[in-house]
Nanobody, 125 residues
């Protein structure tokens, strides 16, 4: 069974940085889309960034381009999200997700089969 465990959330002031980690295990398919999503109170879950397990191709939501960087380990089991220049609107629970490659990796939640438990990121002004 696939398990995803996030860590690295916390509280930071605006302009600060945080790095999230997500350790995955139990994968049943080798070519995977790995992604970070976030959900703020009262809002829908939003895709933040995605990366392929077998390449360095990445895709970002417009709201985080130039500030956030997604990366993975060489095995494609662990992913990271480096978040710089954080703003109050980045406050949310951040989730990592995994799913098989269906053509290409997207930021659509329906394309991901497995989810972590989430980690809270709070940015104060």
């Amino acid at each position: 069974q696939v398990q995803l465990v996030e860590s690295g959330g916390g509280s930071v002031q605006a302009g600060g940085s945080l790095k999230l980690s997500c350790v995955g295990s139990g994968y049943t398919y080798s070519n995977r889309c790995l992604a970070w999503f976030r959900q703020a109170p009262g809002k829908e879950r939003e895709g933040v960034a995605t990366v392929y397990s077998r390449s360095d191709h990445t895709y970002y939501a417009d709201s985080v381009k130039g500030r956030f960087t997604i990366s993975r380990d060489s095995a494609g089991n662990t992913i990271y999200l480096q978040m710089n220049n954080l703003a109050p609107e980045d406050t949310a629970v951040y989730y990592c997700a995994a799913g098989p490659v269906r053509g290409r990796c997207t930021l659509a939640p329906a394309d991901f089969d497995y989810w972590g438990q989430g980690t809270q990121v709070t940015v104060s002004s």
